[in-house]
């Protein structure tokens, strides 16, 4: 099993982790989970953890082959466009993608929104392979967060979204809409299946109660055993019952609405009105 080199950039304002991943053989390279930075109180968005990537593809003379997206992100605004439009690179994601759109369009109103996927580059399918230079990636259906999850397996290191949290945190909450709690176990189960020495880079860190650092790289190995939630062979039942009870105490993330509009197609943000402004929706008493 080829081994891709990993760098990783913590967006401290979202909890976000995006991935630079390439082939050192060849240079080409994937970007993975991208932020826009928002201020949401100021309505402002600013392109200053995307241009930290840019500078990183520029500084390591790599060629960048795609940007993906592992699900339709409820708690930060993508930065994939602006990434295609300076460093090259298609835009991709899994193909219920189309379901998210779906049963998101009617809440935002939008009626102009395609429901097929296409604002993306690429809609991958369960099982999928693509070359990222020499090294073989495959597309993982994992649903359970959102019904669009997927999780890239480049070589030896699976990127896994918000499907799975480091061991000492957990895994991800299951009451967005399309979200279920046992589809979300058996994800994890297909991810625990790989070998033990497989890489598994979370999208996310929140620093677990007692850990003073941020992590986001852990094994199989690890998870299968040490996860608080899914560790040591825990039922599919007792799961279930853990993670909706759990998810019923759950706050809404703060830029769920925006993100989740922007992100439906692709990261663009909406055509300026009249007056050049644009402008995003907030569905009142839907959530």
């Not at 189960?189 to 890489?199: A, F, G, H, N, V």
């Not at 860190?205 to 825990?234: F, L, S």
């Not at 769920?256 to 943000?269: E, R, Y």
């Amino acid at each position: 099993m080829k081994t891709p080199t990993v760098e990783s950039f913590f967006h401290r304002d979202t909890n976000t982790v995006t991935y630079l991943v390439w082939d050192p053989a060849t240079a080409e390279a994937a970007i993975i989970d991208p932020v826009l930075d928002f201020d949401v109180a100021a309505g402002r968005t600013a392109t200053t953890s995307a241009d930290t990537l840019v500078e990183a593809v520029r500084d390591l003379a790599l060629s960048v082959r795609w940007i993906l997206e592992t699900h339709v992100h409820a708690d930060h605004l993508s930065a994939a466009p602006y990434l295609k439009d300076v460093l090259g690179g298609e835009i991709g994601i899994g193909a219920h993608v189309a379901d998210v759109q779906s049963v998101f369009k009617p809440i935002y109103n939008l009626d102009a929104l395609e429901t097929d996927g296409s604002q993306f580059g690429h809609c991958f399918v369960d099982g999928e392979t693509f070359l990222l230079g020499e090294i073989t990636a495959e597309v993982l259906h994992t649903p359970g967060h959102t019904p669009a999850c997927v999780s890239y397996r480049i070589g030896d290191a699976v990127f896994v979204g918000d499907t799975l949290f480091m061991p000492d945190y957990g895994t991800a909450r299951t009451d967005f809409p399309g979200g279920d709690a046992g589809q979300l176990f058996d994800s994890i189960q297909r991810i625990l299946s790989l070998p033990d020495e497989t890489r598994l880079f979370m999208c996310h860190d929140y620093k677990a109660p007692g850990r003073d650092e941020y992590a986001w790289e852990t094994t199989v190995a690890d998870q299968r055993e040490n996860n608080v939630h899914i560790g040591g062979g825990v039922s599919r039942e007792s799961f279930v019952e853990m993670r909706e009870s759990r998810d019923r105490t759950l706050r809404m993330p703060s830029l769920i609405l925006p993100s989740i509009q922007v992100n439906l197609a692709a990261g663009q943000l909406p055509d300026p009105e009249a007056n050049g402004t644009r402008y995003l929706k907030l569905p009142l008493n839907r959530f």
